[in-house]
């Protein structure tokens, strides 16, 4: 499990279980509510015997995985948003044992795998000739699991060098250098590095002195974000935004986990155990501020979570329906959020099959409210009725619509006079019945739901 839900150091789950306060929540806020549609990218049976718990998805909603078939093939993929699978690399050449799928804007994907020759390496290809990233041999003893990679095909990895010290390299342009290492204040490296898109890491370190914390660097200047302390006993799991926004968990002394958010010298604490979620895993977050979780939630089991801060929501949780059975579990990878929302997740569902897929945000319609009562009976010539419209992504206009008798069959559309939510719309009916149809149009075009007013003369 890649982004299993974290356990606290030993001498931390000794103290109380943990417990999600959820610091989102608003008095009167729905948290659970389904805001997704699900694509299916692959599952098991009809030959696929295995399916990696960790894909990627791109800008491009092109999604990275590993499959193993009944005859023992196993191979890297890849799936763009509309077209066929394309194989990147498979176990009948001189690679075996992939692992940690990453994929960039141009649907070039890296991984890191086992050499049938010994050692292991880190490649990167898009269907054809792989390209070596990085080897073991003269200048890497080993190569740790899970790379990084931004959307403009930057790669970040942790390594132990030939000379026996760790270090965190990043891969550019066709040329690798060294961004932190061992042998200062750093002993290793103990989480897989998050990479913006500016070239910036993100990651999590032990120290000489038995500290940890996390840590950024642009190659050039390293800060430090945050370290243990009597408080805070340990650090993980950081990752990053395109515009460098980062989250990370803490570990307290007390054990509560934290999910703690990094903007410039701003820190945040976004979220803590308590009530609702006993433990969560790596959080995700895009340049949007949305971002999305694994969690344990009590009395519930596992399930994703999303939401822009300060609200969560749910995108999936145990037993709920999802396309031939029910959730029993749901993970993530390091690169499974992009910037459109979409999430690229893998699935266990109660009936065996497990499988991957991507969970795409549903657009939020515009909402239209009308004061007073929908039937009227008019003792005046003029109406005016009046409401409020709400748009996520802004009002664009508020449109009457009405056909009324003794005028043929041509509907009449006008546009209700709008000032911020507020809507107003004066009518003089000339036929003894009209009925008014009143919708809210957002910038996008979208249309709310109809409301019908229906106006009789006396």
Known sequence: MIDSPLRAPLGIRAAAALVLVCAWCAPGINLFSQTHSFRKIAESGSGTTYVDPAPAINEEGAVAYILESEGGLKGVYAKPRQGTEIRIADNT????????????????????????????????????????????????????????????????????????????CLHTKGATSVIAGSGGSFQTFTA????????????????????????????????????????????????????????????????????????????????????????????????????????????????????????????????????????????????????????????????????????????????LFLTGNSRVALKRSLLTLRGSAIAEGGLSAVIVSYRQLGKGKKETRRYASVTGQTWNFKFRPDAARTTLTIRAVDLEGQSSPPVEVEVFRR
């Not at 010298?265 to 433990?279: K, L, P, Q, W």
């Open 93 to 168: 050449g001189p690679l075996q044992d992939f692992s940690g799928v990453r994929i960039d804007r141009s649907g070039r994907v890296c991984f890191r795998a086992s050499r049938d020759a010994g050692g292991s390496g880190i490649y990167a290809g898009s269907g054809g000739t792989l390209e070596v990233i990085a080897e073991t041999g003269p200048v890497y003893s080993a190569l740790a699991e899970g790379p990084a990679m931004n959307q403009a095909g930057a790669i970040a990895f942790r390594a132990t060098l030939a000379n026996g010290r760790s270090a965190l």
């Open 192 to 367: 897989t590095p998050a990479l913006s898109e500016s070239g910036v890491i993100a990651f999590a370190a032990l120290l000489d002195n038995g500290t940890s914390g996390i840590y950024s660097s642009d190659g050039q200047t390293l800060k430090t974000l945050a370290q243990t302390s009597p408080t805070h006993v340990a650090w993980t799991d950081p990752s990053i935004s395109a515009t460098g926004r980062i989250l990370s968990l803490a570990f307290r002394d007390d054990g509560i986990l934290e999910m703690v958010s990094f903007s410039g010298t701003a820190r945040e604490v976004v979220a803590e155990t308590g009530d609702i979620f006993s433990s969560f895993g790596r959080p995700l977050l895009n340049s949007s501020g949305e971002f999305i979780f694994t969690a344990y939630r009590n009395g519930v089991g596992s399930g994703l979570y999303a939401g822009p801060f300060p609200r969560p929501g749910t995108i999936l949780q145990r037993r709920e329906k999802l396309f031939s059975g029910r959730v029993y579990d749901v993970q993530i990878s390091t690169q499974s959020l992009n910037e459109e929302g979409e999430v690229a997740f893998a699935y266990e569902l109660d009936n065996g099959l497990s499988g991957i897929a991507v969970a795409a945000p549903i657009p939020r319609r515009p909402s």
